[in-house]
C-alpha cells in the first residue's frame, strides 16, 4: 500500500475521526464561553476602550462554536471525497447550508433592542433572507440527497476501473487536506493580526467572519472538481456520466459566487447551485436507466 493511501486511511479512520469530533466539541464549548466572558466584560468595563468593538449582545457568542463545527464538516467534506464524487457534493451543500444559517446567529445579534424590533426593519429583512434561503437550503439538500440513493443502485464502471479512480481521488484529498490545514492557520493569523491592531493600534477590525476561510477553500474545490471531472474521462465516456459531472463542476462554481454576493442575494444563489447539482442527478438517473434497459435487450 502507498505512503499517501496509508496516510489517507489513517486520517479516514473511525477512531481518528472521534478524537477530531471530541477536539471539535471541546474546542467550540472554550472559545464559545470565552466569547461569553469577552462580552461580560465589555458590558461591566466601558472604560476598556479596545474591547467596546464587540458586540455587546450575548446572543453573537452563538456564531463562535457555530464556525468551529463549519471547520470540522469541511475536514469531512475532503475524507468524503474519494468515496463518492456525488457525496463529496453533498457536503459542500450541507456546508453552504450552514454558512447561510450561522448568518441567522449574527442578525440576532445585531437587534439594538429587542422591546423595538419592529422599528429595526433593516435586520428583519436580513434575519428574513437569511432564515428563509437557509431553510430552502435545507430541504434541497435533502431532495439531492434522495436523488442520489437512486443513483446508488447505478454503476458503470469495473472494480478495477473505481479502485484506480478512488485511489487518484486519494491524492485530491490530500492535497486538499494540505491546503485546508494551511488556510486554517493563515485565517487564524489574519484573525490574530486584526486583533492584535485593534488592542494595540486601535485600527477597526475589518475583517468578513462571514466569508473567511471559506472563500479561499470553495476557490480550491472548483480545481479539485475540474480535476476529478477530466479524471472521470479515463475511466468511463458515457454522456450521462460527464454532463452529471460537469453540472456538479459548475454547481461548485456557483456555490462559490454565492460567498461574494451581497448576503441578501448569497442563499438565493446557492439555491440556485443546489438545483443545478439536483438536475444533474436527475438527468445522469434517468439516461443511466434508459442505458441500463438497452443493455438488458441487447
Known amino acids: 500500500m502507498a505512503t499517501q493511501t496509508k496516510i489517507y486511511h489513517l486520517l479516514s479512520d473511525e477512531q481518528v475521526k472521534k478524537k477530531i469530533e471530541r477536539i471539535t466539541v471541546y474546542l467550540s464549548f472554550i472559545l464559545f464561553i470565552g466569547h461569553l466572558v469577552l462580552i461580560f466584560i465589555r458590558n461591566s468595563f466601558p472604560e476598556i476602550s479596545y474591547l467596546q468593538s464587540l458586540n455587546s449582545n450575548y446572543l453573537a457568542a452563538l456564531y463562535t462554536p457555530f464556525s468551529i463545527i463549519l471547520v ?7 475524507l468524503a471525497l474519494p468515496l463518492s464524487f456525488s ?5 459542500q451543500y450541507e456546508i453552504i447550508s450552514l454558512i447561510i444559517i450561522r448568518r441567522v446567529f449574527k442578525d440576532i445579534s445585531m437587534f439594538d433592542d429587542f ?3 419592529a422599528e429595526q426593519k433593516d ?5 428574513a433572507t437569511d432564515l428563509g434561503s437557509g431553510l430552502l437550503l435545507f430541504f434541497l439538500v435533502g431532495l439531492y440527497y434522495q436523488v442520489s440513493l437512486k443513483r446508488k443502485k ?3 464502471l469495473s472494480d478495477s476501473e473505481i479502485k484506480r479512480f478512488v485511489y487518484l481521488k486519494e491524492r485530491v484529498a490530500l492535497l486538499l487536506l494540505f491546503v485546508f490545514t494551511s488556510l486554517t492557520f493563515l485565517s487564524v493569523y489574519e484573525f490574530g493580526t486584526e486583533v492584535y491592531n485593534l488592542i494595540v493600534y486601535e485600527e477597526p477590525f475589518t475583517l468578513d467572519l462571514n466569508v473567511i476561510f471559506f472563500v479561499e477553500f470553495y476557490t480550491v474545490m472548483i480545481f479539485a472538481d475540474v480535476f476529478i471531472f477530466i479524471a472521470s474521462f479515463m475511466f468511463s465516456q458515457t454522456y450521462a456520466r460527464l454532463l452529471r ?3 456538479f463542476v459548475c454547481s461548485t462554481v456557483i456555490l462559490r459566487i454565492s460567498l461574494s454576493a451581497d448576503p441578501q442575494y448569497g442563499g438565493w444563489i446557492a439555491a440556485t447551485a443546489l438545483i443545478t447539482g439536483i438536475l444533474s442527478q436527475l438527468i445522469y438517473v434517468y439516461f443511466s436507466r434508459i442505458e441500463k434497459r438497452e443493455s438488458e435487450e441487447e
Open 115 to 117: 422591546d423595538q424590533i
Open 154 to 156: 447505478l454503476s458503470s
Open 87 to 91: 457525496n463529496s457534493i453533498r457536503k
Open 245 to 247: 459531472n460537469a453540472g
Open 123 to 127: 435586520v428583519i429583512l436580513q434575519l
Open 72 to 78: 470540522y464538516e469541511v475536514y469531512l467534506l475532503i
